[in-house]
């Protein structure tokens, strides 16, 4: 079996992204005589015609837009290995960085994180957007760089996962509330009025299992999207918040917290990235600093 032309990779990645023959041949600097013979070789080599005529322009065929995003990154990982490793001046790195977390997760973490790439890479910036789900879509096309989170059954395989710290929910009211003295019991928990955190809007979870094991139920008199808004609403009523409590502490300052008088699992906080960013030396230094900051804020 001859050895397939591997130079043909990048003309095809160049004819996905591009969609057209013209187009990709001035991209690559070939004619487009040149282009379109290297088309016609990329046809016969995969036994599909690729781009397809739909009036003036081309449409890519199902073939073609299954290949798209694998044959990207084997060109773009290729070029990585080929390329020699160069020392980061981060005095002189100019980057925007967008990262997916959850509020409670900025609000926490996010001023020391800020301090302490600004002092390291005046030109970086860090764009924070708001995990309102967990679609691995964005790690997967770029638009996200990093992301914290739990990692889930349907967390997609290939995304490079690292632990970040241990965590576990806690109750937390305002100063002055009921529960803020005295021993809390399952009933006295369970007897005050609940605000629950969902991103999808659902009441049931951890929580109202081990509860029902006991008899008993919460009053859950609202369903918020974040901790932030969650603690939020129980400083300014009698409402009780039930958060993470590693990821809330600075959002917690001049409330009442306290340990769940019912056992609910721990789970692990961790940072998640798209392996084609696995090498890139200004990627792993922002994820050091992501574990730095976390592991000194959490041991506090």
């Given at each position: ?5 591997l130079?043909l990779l990048i003309?095809?990645?160049v004819l996905?992204?591009e ?10 600097r ?10 016609a ?7 599909d015609p690729?781009?397809?005529r739909?009036g ?12 798209r995003?694998r044959?990207s990154?084997?060109?773009?990982e290729?070029q ?11 005095k002189r790195?100019?980057r ?5 977390t ?16 600004g002092?390291e890479a005046p030109?970086?910036?860090?764009h924070f ?6 679609d691995s879509?964005p ?8 992301e914290?989170?739990v ?5 997609a ?5 690292q ?15 009921s ?6 019991t399952p009933?006295?928990?369970?007897g ?20 029902q094991?006991?008899g ?12 932030a808004?969650a603690?939020?609403?129980a ?5 009780i918040?039930?958060?993470p ?8 300052a001049?409330m009442h917290?306290f340990s ?5 699992p721990e ?5 998640l ?11 792993r ?5 992501v574990r730095?900051?976390?592991a000194?804020t959490?041991?506090?």
């Amino acid at each position: 079996m001859s050895t397939p032309d591997l130079n043909l990779l990048i003309t095809l990645d160049v004819l996905l992204a591009e969609g057209s023959v013209a187009r990709a041949a001035r991209r690559l600097r070939l004619s487009p005589s040149a282009m379109s013979r290297a088309l016609a070789r990329l046809r016969e080599t995969t036994g599909d015609p690729l781009l397809v005529r739909a009036g003036r322009g081309l449409v890519p065929t199902p073939r073609a837009v299954e290949l798209r995003e694998r044959v990207s990154h084997v060109v773009e990982e290729g070029q990585t290995v080929l390329r020699p490793a160069e020392k980061l001046d981060l005095k002189r790195l100019v980057r925007t960085f967008t990262l997916r977390t959850s509020e409670g997760f900025v609000e926490n973490f996010g001023p020391d994180l800020i301090a302490l790439v600004g002092e390291e890479a005046p030109g970086v910036r860090l764009h924070f957007l708001q995990k309102a789900n967990k679609d691995s879509a964005p790690l997967r096309d770029g638009t996200v760089d990093l992301e914290t989170g739990v990692v889930e059954q349907t967390t997609a395989q290939e995304l490079r996962v690292q632990a970040l710290f241990r965590d576990r929910l806690i109750g937390v009211v305002r100063a002055g509330h009921s529960l803020s003295k005295g021993r809390i019991t399952p009933s006295r928990y369970a007897g005050g009025q609940h605000v629950s955190v969902s991103r999808q809007g659902l009441e049931k979870g951890p929580i109202e299992e081990a509860l029902q094991r006991l008899g008993l139920e919460r009053d859950i008199v609202t369903v918020v999207g974040g901790f932030a808004t969650a603690i939020a609403l129980a400083r300014a009523s009698d409402l009780i918040a039930t958060v993470p409590e590693h990821h809330t502490g600075i959002l917690r300052a001049g409330m009442h917290s306290f340990s769940l008088p019912v056992s609910t699992p721990e789970f692990t906080v961790s940072l998640l990235w798209h392996p084609r960013l696995d090498a890139d030396l200004a990627h792993r230094w922002l994820r050091g600093h992501v574990r730095q900051i976390c592991a000194a804020t959490t041991s506090r």
